[in-house]
């Protein structure tokens, strides 16, 4: 006997199990909370059983729940993959949407695209820069490079790069106040990035200064930016001293326009993911991107002894 499955109410648990939020899937959605939470009830009482545990603001899969979110992924990622092909047969040069955090892009993606259309003219690229995860069934986006610890549920997950942390600045900032010993942080503007929590302990300026042993004055003011290319931008333009994540400020380094002050430096927690479904796995278009994107990752310029002061 066929099952006529609710695969609305599937669409909806499976969003709120990923996000761990029903205010998160209704975002991600496009619809009210109270939607969503009804979606999720119909279907708990349909199954029988409970799907998730509520509290303190978030929602975790029971074992149950978990099984389910896992396999109804894996299902629409099959379903998004073939729709896409699909498609893709039908266009000449089908595009390649790709996901990634504003700052990223700015400042280590885009200034190598120019290598990826060199090595492969025939595969067209779109860039979607946006905090948000990519949603794989929803949106024209192929293959993601995200932030964090790694933990993405269903989706192929393989790491492109590390990342070490360290003060820069703007040469001529020191020519005007210079930065010597931590106490002349004082002095000093700090930049912060805001970065966005997924678990884990961010690379923050208290974070630097525990890692590395010291205990930083106050500074003299403060200032915080929602995106990371806001705050590399700002350090450069000289308006204060940046807690450098190595990818976003190495290219500034190489090219002078940033220098360090300090010597010391430590590595984040965080690190830069590949993320794509399962069955993207099977494209050679993906795979190109995918190698590419790690033979630029190996190419990165060394943070050398060149960009320290003095």
């Known amino acids: 006997m066929k099952v006529n499955l609710p695969f609305g109410a599937l669409r909806t648990f499976e969003s709120v199990a990923r996000l761990r939020g029903f ?7 496009g619809v009210t909370q109270s939607a969503v939470s009804q979606q999720v009830k119909s279907l708990e009482e349909w199954l029988g059983c409970r799907l998730l545990t509520r509290g303190a603001g978030r929602a975790t899969p029971t074992e149950e729940g978990a099984r389910l979110a896992q396999g109804v ?5 099959t379903v998004a993959a073939l729709c896409h092909e699909l498609r893709a047969s039908r266009t000449a040069s089908p595009v390649i949407g790709l996901s990634c955090l504003p700052g990223f892009a700015v400042n280590w993606l885009f200034p190598r695209l120019i290598h990826f259309d060199q ?17 794989f069934g929803r949106e024209d986006t192929d293959i993601a ?11 192929h997950v393989e790491k492109l790069m ?17 930065l010597i010993r931590v106490e002349d942080f004082a002095r000093h503007t700090l930049l912060y990035d805001d970065v ?15 890692e590395v042993g010291i205990t930083l004055p106050r500074p003299a003011r403060t200032r915080r930016f929602g995106q990371s290319n806001m705050v590399v931008q700002a ?11 190595e990818p976003l400020v190495i290219d500034a380094l190489t090219e002078g326009r940033l220098v360090r002050p300090f010597e010391q430096m430590i590595t984040s927690q965080f690190s830069y993911w590949i993320v794509c479904p399962v069955e993207a ?12 994107l790690h033979d630029e990752a190996a190419r990165q310029p060394p943070v050398t002894p060149a960009s320290l002061v003095g």
């Open 23 to 29: 205010g998160r899937a209704a975002e991600e959605l």
């Open 73 to 77: 992924a894996s299902g629409f990622g």
């Open 119 to 135: 090595r492969h003219p025939d595969i067209q690229i779109s860039i979607m820069t946006t905090e948000a995860l990519a949603d």
């Open 145 to 155: 490079i995200r932030y964090g610890l790694g933990g993405y549920t269903g989706l």
């Open 162 to 178: 590390s990342e070490r942390v360290f003060p820069v600045c703007a040469p001529g900032l020191l020519e005007r106040m210079p």
């Open 196 to 210: 966005a929590d997924s678990g884990g302990t961010p690379p923050t300026w208290d974070y630097w200064a525990r």
């Open 235 to 245: 350090a450069i333009s000289g308006f204060g001293v940046a807690l450098g994540r």
């Open 281 to 292: 796995l099977t494209s050679p278009r993906m795979s190109a991107i995918r190698a590419w």
